[in-house]
């Protein structure tokens, strides 16, 4: 068997091995998982018989199927496209079309980017279109196809440029430093996740969407009442145009210092009514004093040591491993870029689980906190309620989907929260 047949060999077997887990996914999500909620819960205020039409709970149902089902297809998909770009070889020549079009590192490394975004960015267009198609069929985006891929091709821009900046610092930094590189690469990414966090609001942010002033004003006095209250340097609230892209609604605080900005999207303002927003707000203020922002900023620093030293070690070996089917050179050549981050979102797909718990965690606290701050209750029922039949959220999710997929606690646990805190 020829070096060829191998790797065609190998391809089909990833792809095998990818079509069994798609069966075994879509036969968790369609034939074992139950999406109805425990006996012990039905009729109280996290039951959707009283918040949701038979419609609405049967096409929740349906959507957050086919929604689960395309995220865990995407992953593996992703590691799919990172091998056969190595196995194949497009990754050295890749790097050779690179250093014969210029001698500059950094624009070395900016063309290797682009040509090997622009091959996965053709290969996950497919799944992404679908996801859009499920999300328009059910009622949930709103955006134009025209709008979405002017979204698309910024968020490849945007992904290029910071993937550049990455991958050049990493490469000449393992040119400098064989073993010791993902360290000086971690001194170096603080300031910049820091820098990256405060100006994302003012920067990022607005080229998606159109950012304006809230303009009742009235709702604003209030909102900016509750983050007097909760000592918030805040002095103007935003409303941002979403309605063009989703029917979902949502709220946030982001930022730091004078980059702070509370943010509420146009549908929220929509279809929540004011107690029920200012709940909400009260929540996202929540995050701010209970530092959630900057505790999510340590622990990214921190997962991301742990995250360099190991993805470190693990290249060492695939180079050692796989240098002569991959057509590898040395360990700090570029070319080795795609088995890097087929390890760092291994890294990440198996970290997810404990991150998320951490998240879920945060929220509680957050809503334990709205409560306080508003003494209503009944408010955040019924603005979670309205959360969950606008995005058409299942009320109990499979375990599964739980650990990989909610930041947030589960609309059942939130709503039982609630009702029950004191």
């Known amino acids: ?108 490394v900016g063309l290797y980017v682009f040509l090997f975004s622009l091959v996965s960015s053709i290969f996950t267009f497919p799944l992404s279109w679908l996801s859009r198609k499920v999300s328009i069929a059910y009622g949930i985006s709103t955006q134009s196809f025209q709008s979405w891929m002017r979204d698309y091709v910024l968020d490849f821009w945007i992904g290029w440029l910071m993937m550049t900046v990455f991958a050049w610092i990493v490469y000449m930094l393992m040119k400098r430093y064989r073993r010791r590189w993902w360290f000086y690469v971690w001194l170096i ?27 009742d004003k ?35 605080v982001t930022g730091f210092g004078s980059n702070l900005r509370i943010v509420l999207w146009d549908t929220t303002l929509q279809k929540l009514q004011p107690d029920e927003t200012l709940f909400v707000m009260a929540h996202e203020i929540g995050h701010y004093v209970k530092h959630h922002l900057y505790l999510n900023l340590i622990s990214s620093i921190v997962l991301s040591f742990f995250g360099l030293m190991f993805g470190s070690v693990l290249l060492r070996w695939s180079f050692a ?57 009944d408010a955040a029922i019924r603005a979670f309620q309205k959360l969950t039949v606008n995005g058409l959220s299942e009320v109990h999710p499979p375990m599964l989907v739980k650990w990989f997929r909610y930041g947030h606690p589960t609309m059942l646990e939130r709503l039982i929260f609630i009702e029950n805190h004191e």
């Open 218 to 252: 009235q709702l604003e006095a209030q909102i900016l009442q509750l983050a007097q209250k909760a000592n918030i340097p805040a002095e103007r609230v935003y409303e941002v145009n979403m309605s063009e892209k989703t029917n979902a609604l949502n709220a946030y």
């Open 1 to 108: 068997m020829n070096d060829i047949e191998k790797r065609y060999k190998w391809l089909l077997a990833f792809l095998a091995g990818y079509i069994i887990y798609g069966l075994v996914i879509a036969y968790y999500l369609y034939i074992v998982s139950d999406y109805s909620i425990p006996k012990e819960f039905q009729g109280t205020a996290a039951d959707p018989k009283l918040f949701m039409t038979e419609k609405e709970q049967l096409l929740s149902t349906e959507y957050s199927r086919l929604k689960h089902l395309l995220f865990f297809l995407a992953m593996p998909y992703d590691w799919i496209i990172y091998l056969f770009v190595l196995i194949f070889g497009l990754s050295v020549y890749f790097q050779k079309l690179s250093e014969s079009t210029t001698k500059i590192f950094f624009l070395q």
């Open 189 to 215: 990414t603080i300031p910049m996740t820091v820098f990256l966090m405060f100006i994302k609001p003012v920067v990022i942010d607005p080229l998606y969407n159109d950012f304006s002033s809230l303009q």
């Open 321 to 377: 491993k796989f240098k002569l089917h991959c057509g590898w050179k040395k360990q700090d050549d570029i070319a080795t870029l795609p088995a890097l981050l087929l390890i760092f979102s291994l890294l990440s797909f198996a970290i997810s689980p404990f991150e998320n718990a951490v998240s879920r965690y945060h929220e509680k606290e957050a809503d334990a906190y709205a409560i306080e701050l508003t003494h209503d209750k």
